[in-house]
């Protein structure tokens, strides 16, 4: 219709109505054009409060994975440095016990699985220009690529090789009674009384107190204990900076 009626206007030269035809289409493709553009900033804007929200949540359960891990490898060390100290052999079941549960608590292995579904999906999907903040770009591109995460996969020679001379029935005692894992992945080494069996205590913990390389490899253990505990506390202060830095994005678009 608009068509026809400009063409209506040439035919009679009436070029201010035709003037104004023009004006009527520029005018409503420029609105056009801005209509469009604000609704693509209102979705990118939802879509970068839905990825802030989600990287918060997701970097409290990292945290808490982490604070988990990090109590893991502390009690760890004490277990293993106790194994490590008790020199004197054992006389009876009561000195033995606490000697066995030592070398085993000594043995575990935690591994460290972080939450990152989110930024993930912000790298394959193009929407890293969403972050406004090069510092928390930064950050999260630092806490992802953190090179430590390769120490804390490998497990030490120690573990396999002190559960080859522990006997399996023990073990299974000690994983069910001296050991928890909680619903959200929190490992607990528990200090738990000595099993009532045919196990004999004393000559299992003077067998393990004799062998020279295995104490090499609990003296091992207790550094990848240690390294790894302060790779856990590292990667945990810079999940507390990520937090800080979306808090304070939230902070500043509120403003």
Request: hydrophobic share 40%.
């Given at each position: 219709?608009?068509?026809?009626?400009?063409?209506k206007?040439?035919?009679d030269q009436?070029?201010?109505a035709?003037?104004?035809?023009?004006l009527?289409?520029?005018?409503?493709?420029?609105?056009g054009?801005?209509?469009?553009n604000?609704?693509?900033?209102?979705?990118?804007?939802?879509?970068?409060?839905?990825?802030?929200?989600?990287l918060?949540?997701?970097?409290?359960i990292?945290?808490?994975t982490l604070?988990?891990?990090?109590?893991?490898?502390?009690?760890?060390?004490?277990?293993?440095?106790y194994a490590?100290?008790a020199?004197t052999?054992?006389?009876?079941?009561?000195?033995a016990?606490?000697?066995?549960?030592?070398?085993f608590?000594?043995?575990?292995?935690f591994?460290?699985s972080?939450?990152?579904?989110?930024?993930?999906?912000?790298?394959?999907?193009?929407?890293?220009?969403l972050?406004?903040?090069?510092?928390?770009?930064?950050?999260?591109?630092?806490f992802?690529?953190?090179?430590?995460?390769?120490?804390?996969?490998?497990?030490?020679?120690y573990?396999e090789?002190?559960?080859?001379i522990?006997?399996?029935?023990?073990?299974?005692y000690?994983?069910?009674k001296?050991y928890?894992?909680s619903?959200?992945?929190?490992h607990?080494?528990?200090?738990?009384?000595?099993?009532?069996g045919p196990?004999?205590?004393?000559e299992?913990?003077k067998?393990?107190?004799?062998?020279?390389?295995?104490?090499k490899?609990?003296?091992?253990?207790l550094s990848?204990?240690?390294?790894?505990?302060?790779i856990?506390?590292?990667?945990s202060?810079?999940?507390?900076?990520?937090?800080?830095l979306l808090?304070?994005?939230?902070?500043?678009?509120a403003d």
């Amino acid at each position: 219709m608009l068509l026809r009626r400009i063409t209506k206007h040439v035919r009679d030269q009436n070029w201010f109505a035709v003037f104004l035809d023009f004006l009527i289409v520029v005018v409503g493709v420029f609105i056009g054009i801005q209509v469009a553009n604000w609704n693509e900033r209102l979705n990118e804007a939802k879509r970068a409060e839905n990825y802030r929200e989600r990287l918060i949540q997701e970097m409290k359960i990292n945290n808490e994975t982490l604070s988990g891990r990090i109590e893991s490898f502390q009690q760890q060390r004490v277990f293993g440095k106790y194994a490590m100290e008790a020199i004197t052999e054992p006389e009876n079941k009561d000195e033995a016990w606490p000697i066995v549960l030592a070398y085993f608590q000594a043995s575990h292995a935690f591994t460290i699985s972080l939450q990152q579904g989110t930024y993930d999906e912000i790298i394959n999907s193009g929407d890293l220009a969403l972050i406004n903040d090069q510092d928390l770009v930064n950050a999260l591109s630092d806490f992802y690529s953190f090179s430590g995460f390769s120490t804390i996969q490998v497990i030490p020679d120690y573990r396999e090789n002190v559960r080859r001379i522990i006997p399996f029935e023990l073990q299974e005692y000690l994983h069910d009674k001296c050991y928890d894992v909680s619903i959200n992945d929190i490992h607990h080494l528990l200090d738990c009384p000595p099993p009532v069996g045919p196990f004999d205590l004393v000559e299992l913990a003077k067998e393990l107190q004799s062998d020279q390389e295995l104490r090499k490899d609990l003296r091992y253990m207790l550094s990848y204990a240690g390294v790894s505990g302060s790779i856990a506390d590292n990667l945990s202060r810079r999940v507390d900076r990520i937090l800080s830095l979306l808090s304070n994005s939230n902070q500043t678009k509120a403003d």
